[in-house]
């Protein structure tokens, strides 16, 4: 008889652990496909609206003007203020661009790899500039003109864009060409 109770209770007791381990995964069961949903959806690397897509061309447009004029200005400039500032382009927008680079390629998104005709047209002029006249230009062009468009790309940009990794590279752009652009509108020249 006593044999009987305790194995009424073990059988109890299995049934009861039973059905929590069962009730258990059903319910991780929906927190695992929402999981699964979740990581599908980043992953669909081709799912980028045109707004997403635009801003990462703008963005990596940018750097490689920047990084380009940077550079020029590295090798021609006359003032050490400029050259200082010339590297910090290229420091900064160098890093900015693998950034973009990096979340492109994630996304499947092709960038453009060198400077625009505009910009092209301005190292043309740059180019055949020397001294204080190439300074002013440089910090004109390069440092004030290019960095007020590309702030305002990134605010018209950031209305439209809807992925998460390209939003956090749009958002960590934005205070940096704010900064580039005071410190070019400081330099008096």
């Known amino acids: 008889m006593q044999k009987n109770k305790i194995l009424k209770k073990l059988l109890v007791v299995s049934a009861v652990a039973a059905m929590f381990s069962t ?9 695992s496909a929402a999981q699964t949903g979740a990581a599908g959806q980043t992953d669909s690397s081709g ?3 045109s707004g997403d897509v635009t801003a990462l061309k703008d963005m990596a447009q940018a750097d490689i003007n920047e990084v380009a004029a940077g550079k ?4 021609k400039a006359k003032s050490s203020e400029v050259k200082a500032y010339a590297q ?8 900015a ?9 994630q996304k499947g998104v092709t960038l453009p790899t060198e400077p625009d005709a505009k910009h092209k047209t301005m190292a043309a002029g740059l180019e055949k500039q020397s001294g204080d006249a190439f300074d002013k230009m440089y910090m004109e062009n390069a440092g004030t003109k290019d960095h007020k468009m590309v702030l305002s790309k990134l605010q018209s940009d950031a209305k439209k864009i809807k992925d998460p990794d390209v939003k956090a590279v749009a958002d960590a752009h934005t205070p940096v060409v704010e900064q580039h652009l005071k410190s070019a509108q400081q330099m008096s020249m």
Do not use: I
Not at 72 to 75: D, F, T
């Open 97 to 105: 661009l693998t950034k973009v680079q990096t979340v492109a390629e």
């Open 47 to 49: 799912k980028l609206s």
């Open 72 to 75: 020029l200005a590295l090798s």
């Open 23 to 31: 009730v258990s995964v059903q319910a991780q069961t929906p927190t």
């Open 88 to 95: 910090k382009m290229v420091d900064d927008h160098g890093g």
